[in-house]
C-alpha cells in the first residue's frame, strides 16, 4: 500500500511516498481504507523532534493522528462495527496511510449527512475542545471565555462547543478574515492579538475582573500574559505551545498564587480510554449537522509535504486534510 513517511526529523527533509505491507488489525483495533487523514500540529512537531512523542516512533515512519473512510477488516474482540461501515477514529502508527488501523475504542460511525473529510478533522480538534471546556474547566453558562487562536482546528472546535454551553467567547486572531471567521462560527468578540494586549482588550471587555477562563493553544507565546487576563480563581487550560513553536516558556510564580489561578494541562491521547460515552454524545451533534469544521484546503499524499508548509504559513482556517 501507499504511504507516506518520515524518514528524517528534520523539516528541510521531505517525507517521501512508500510502498509498505499492508496491515492487519491487532486486538481492538478496525483497519479502513482511507478516504481523509485529518492534519495535526502535533504531524509537524513530531517530525521536527520538537515534541516528546518524537521519542514513541523511529524512522522511518508514517506520521498521522487521526482518519476516516470504510471499514474493510476488524480486529479480534471489535463487535460494534461492520465491515464496509464509513467510520472516524484516532489512528494507530500513523494516518498517512491508504489503510489505516484505528483504536475501535476510540472511533465511530461517520452520520451519512457527513463527509469523509469533516470525519478525519473530529476526533483530534473537538475530543481536545471537549477535553478542555467541559472535562477540565468545567464552564457554567454566562463564564467568559478566552480562546487563544480560534481560528485554527481546536480553536474553531473550541469556539462551537463554548457557545453551544452558553459561554460569552473572546478570541484571539492575527487578522480580518480570521476575525470575521471566527464570528461566524460563533465568538462574542475577537481581538487581533498583532494589534492590540490582549490582556487589556480582555480586561475592558470584563470590565476589569478579567476572563473566567482561558483555552490556551499557544501558551509559549502567552501563557505568562494569561494570568494578568484571567480573573482571582479563574483558570487556565494549557492545551498546545503554539504550532511550530518551541516547548518552553518563563512565567511569573507569584502572580499565579496571588491571583489563585487553577492550571490544567491536557493530552487528548490521555482521554481516549474513556471515549465511547463521549462519541456517543459526539455523534447525535455531528448527525444533526450542530458541529462544523471549516476544511480549509485538501492535498493529496503527493502533496504532503506542501501541506505541512501550509500549516506553518497559519493562514488556514479551521482544518487541512490529505486525501490518499
Ligand atoms: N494537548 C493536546 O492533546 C492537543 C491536542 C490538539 C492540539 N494541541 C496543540 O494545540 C495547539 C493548537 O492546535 P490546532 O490544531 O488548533 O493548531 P492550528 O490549527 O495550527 O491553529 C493554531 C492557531 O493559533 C493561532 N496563533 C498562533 N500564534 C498565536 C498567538 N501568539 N496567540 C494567539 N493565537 C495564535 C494561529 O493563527 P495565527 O498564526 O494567524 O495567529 C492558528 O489559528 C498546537 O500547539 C497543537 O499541537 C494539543
Redesign the pocket.
Known amino acids: 500500500m501507499r504511504v507516506v513517511r518520515v524518514h528524517d526529523f528534520d523539516l528541510n527533509l521531505p517525507m517521501l511516498i512508500d510502498e509498505v505491507p499492508k496491515p492487519e488489525p491487532k486486538e481492538g483495533e478496525i483497519l479502513i481504507k482511507s478516504q481523509a487523514v485529518g492534519l495535526?500540529?502535533?504531524d509537524i512537531?513530531i517530525r521536527a523532534a520538537n515534541h516528546p512523542y518524537a521519542k514513541l516512533v523511529k524512522p522511518p515512519y508514517i506520521p498521522g493522528a487521526e482518519a476516516s473512510g470504510e471499514i474493510v477488516e476488524l480486529g479480534n474482540g471489535v463487535s460494534d462495527f461492520s465491515v464496509g461501515e464509513r467510520v472516524y477514529g484516532r489512528a494507530i502508527d500513523g494516518a498517512y496511510s491508504e489503510f489505516v488501523r484505528l483504536d475501535a475504542r476510540a472511533s465511530a460511525v461517520l452520520p451519512s449527512s457527513c463527509s469523509f473529510e469533516q470525519g478525519a478533522s473530529m476526533t483530534?480538534?473537538f475530543y481536545?475542545a471537549w477535553?478542555a471546556l467541559v472535562i477540565k474547566a468545567q464552564v457554567r453558562p454566562g463564564e467568559i471565555v478566552l480562546i487563544?487562536?480560534?481560528?485554527?482546528?481546536?480553536?474553531s472546535a473550541a469556539i462551537q462547543l463554548a457557545k453551544r454551553l452558553g459561554c460569552v467567547v473572546i478570541t484571539?486572531?492575527?487578522?480580518k478574515e480570521?476575525s470575521e471567521f471566527c464570528r461566524s462560527i460563533g465568538a462574542d468578540y475577537t481581538i487581533n492579538?498583532k494589534e492590540e494586549d490582549f490582556v487589556s482588550k480582555s480586561l475592558e471587555i470584563t470590565n476589569g475582573k478579567g476572563v473566567n477562563t482561558i483555552v490556551e493553544?499557544?501558551a509559549c507565546?502567552?501563557f505568562d500574559k494569561d494570568i494578568d487576563a484571567v480573573c482571582v480563581d479563574g483558570q487556565v487550560i494549557v492545551?498546545?505551545?503554539?504550532?511550530g513553536?518551541g516547548p518552553e516558556t518563563e512565567f511569573r510564580v507569584p502572580a499565579v498564587m496571588t491571583k489563585d489561578v487553577h492550571i490544567h494541562g491536557?493530552?487528548?491521547?490521555n482521554l481516549f480510554p474513556k471515549m465511547p460515552e463521549l462519541i456517543r454524545r459526539f455523534s447525535v451533534l455531528l448527525g444533526e449537522g450542530s458541529l462544523n469544521m471549516n476544511i480549509d484546503k485538501i492535498f493529496s499524499f503527493d502533496e504532503a509535504n506542501e501541506s505541512h508548509e501550509y500549516?506553518l504559513e497559519?493562514?488556514?482556517l479551521g482544518?487541512v486534510i490529505l486525501v490518499p
Open positions: 495535526n500540529p502535533v512537531a483530534v480538534a481536545t477535553n487563544q487562536g480560534g481560528a485554527g482546528g481546536v480553536g484571539t486572531v492575527s487578522s480570521k492579538y493553544l499557544c507565546d502567552n492545551v498546545g505551545t503554539g504550532t513553536k491536557l493530552a487528548v491521547i500549516i497559519g493562514k488556514f482544518k
